[in-house]
């Protein structure tokens, strides 16, 4: 009888946290959405770089703008919703971004599905991952010769990664925040259909035309809703 009460308090207590985000959760720190003010690069749209068939075409155009955004990245600092984020030190976090916000605001368990601007790969046999936020690293040095080394980056029209792992984590979360995306890139986007119906599940973004079966609508800056949100839980979950 005991056992089964304290079966029962440590489940509710090891609650399933899933936060899943986006571009948005990482504007308030100075890195532009693509779509959103700021998002162009010399005039180049993301979607005019971020291809495979444009890393074929110029690969040190794309390599430069990679570098332009690492660093971006490694000036800026992780904002109020990443830090709330973090507070939530048991939530396991999927990201669209390949900045490492979310690591560097105390994130432990994050998992990238677009892959991460701090790693490039080899493009032949191996695939092997190198860390390359350290500074620009010289093209075409790789470990297997006659193969390039890309940046470590899902792009459009390749295939993410971790998404199994991912539904799977938010199909057996008991909440689900889902923080500054547009819900438009697929088919991570799609992974909020993995969500429970039991589940407390909420959505942030500055608008949403289509806001996801389910979720509860927050709209505004995540810096400002994301930390309203998560001490409301940590509050919950403190006086259990
Ligand atoms: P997107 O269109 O899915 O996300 C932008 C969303 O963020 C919009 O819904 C917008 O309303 C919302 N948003 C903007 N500012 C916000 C704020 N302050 N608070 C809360 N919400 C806010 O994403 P995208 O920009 O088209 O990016 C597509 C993909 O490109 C991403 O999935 C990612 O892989 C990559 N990307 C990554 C970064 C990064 O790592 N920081 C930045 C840009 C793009």
Redesign the pocket.
Known sequence: MLDEALDAIRRRSWERIVVFT????????G??????AG?LWRNFR?EDL?TPEAFARDPALVWEWYEW?RGL?RDAQPNA?HLAIARLDRALVV?????A?HERAGSTRVLH???E?AYARGTGRTNKRYRIDGGPIALGQCCEEGTQLRPD??WFGEEVQHMEEAGALVASADKVLV???????YP??GLVEYARADAEKFV?????DDVPAGFTFRA???????PAITSRWLEANHHR
């Open positions: 986006g571009a948005g959760v990482s504007a308030d720190s890195i532009p959405t693509f779509r959103g998002g993301a971020a955004r990245v919703a990201t669209q971004n390949v900045d916000l599905v677009h892959g601007l980056i899902v923080v500054g995306t547009s819900l438009s890139v991570a986007a942030n973004a500055l608008e949403m505004g800056p995540a810096t400002q809703m994301i």
